[in-house]
């Protein structure tokens, strides 16, 4: 007797990333399964990059031909219905164009795309041409973009700025490429709180404060982007899932853990062990 799929009612909701395999664990498509399952949502997976990596940093990637990526993301979606699309290293020209042209038949689901430029440690993961290339075909399909601020002034970058814009200046430009919401962090900025902020068409829409931790983490980024994802899949409204997918980030580095020689990994998984709770005074928003 065959087994009747779950209605959909009862079903959670299913959550497509693109990203590169991280064999540690600790950031690419390994941290995006690992947040998404944990904050409720199937993750489905398309594999655009190998990397040789540990800890420490990368030393070696290999993209994955633009053929293999379509027929990965095709196969599923004609399979199963995605309430949320997350983008992270993607590794090539050619792969960047695929999955936007995939992107562009699926205009009502919301695409969160964290900009992988580099490691932690610095090691280059993308070109100036794919840089450009995310710009013209990823932005103006993205709901809402997260980089860093070394990553928004190098999307926001224009010919001819004498210095570094301010950040407020590179959401704008960011959004005007096609961007609905930037949520720049402050996680490279020398200030004594993490600082993030989303900016929408209008302006600023909320602004979070975070307890700085000591010590480095191996996939921030991408445990953030993906719980975005994650809590727009579950129907929450812009702000609210940007906040909540911040606590979440939040609890996972505070509770992170160091198994190599390297930076601190994220426990996705905090709230299925005994920690004790987190002060409500070590972060605030406004």
Not at 109 to 118: E, G, K, Q, T, Y
Not at 191 to 215: A, C, M, Q, S
Not at 256 to 275: N, S
Request: charged share 20%.
């Amino acid at each position: 007797m065959g087994v009747r799929p779950t209605p959909m009612s009862k079903q959670p909701p299913i959550v497509l990333t693109f990203a590169a395999s991280d064999p540690t664990g600790g950031a690419g498509l390994q941290a995006d399964l690992l947040t998404l399952a944990s904050m409720g949502c199937h993750p489905l997976s398309v594999v655009t990059a190998l990397t040789v990596q540990d800890t420490r940093g990368v030393e070696d990637w290999m993209a994955i031909d633009a053929d293999w990526v379509a027929e990965q993301a095709r196969k599923l979606l004609e399979d199963m219905p995605v309430a949320a699309f997350k983008l992270g290293m993607l590794g090539s020209i050619d792969n960047i164009a695929t999955i936007a042209a995939i992107l562009s038949d699926y205009p009502d689901v919301p695409v969160i795309l964290d900009p992988v430029f580099a490691s932690g440690r610095g090691d280059e993961l993308a070109t100036q041409e794919m840089v450009d290339a995310m710009r013209e075909l990823l932005l103006p399909q993205t709901a809402i973009l997260t980089p860093n601020s070394v990553e928004a002034r190098r999307l926001a970058e224009e010919d001819d700025d004498t210095e570094d814009p301010a950040l407020d200046v590179c959401a704008q430009r960011l959004i005007g490429l096609g961007c609905e919401y930037v949520l720049i962090t402050g996680t490279h900025v020398q200030t004594p709180e993490v600082v993030n902020t989303l900016y929408g068409e209008e302006g600023v829409v909320r602004t979070d404060h975070w307890k700085r931790l000591p010590g480095s983490y191996h996939g921030s980024g991408c445990t953030l982007a993906s719980a975005i994802a994650a809590t727009l899949a579950n129907g929450l409204d812009v702000p609210e899932a940007v906040h909540e997918a911040q606590e979440y980030t939040w609890q996972a580095l505070v509770n992170g853990f160091r198994p190599g020689m390297g930076q601190h990994l994220p426990d996705r998984f905090f709230w299925a062990r005994d920690v004790e709770g987190t002060p409500e005074d070590d972060r605030s928003s406004s």
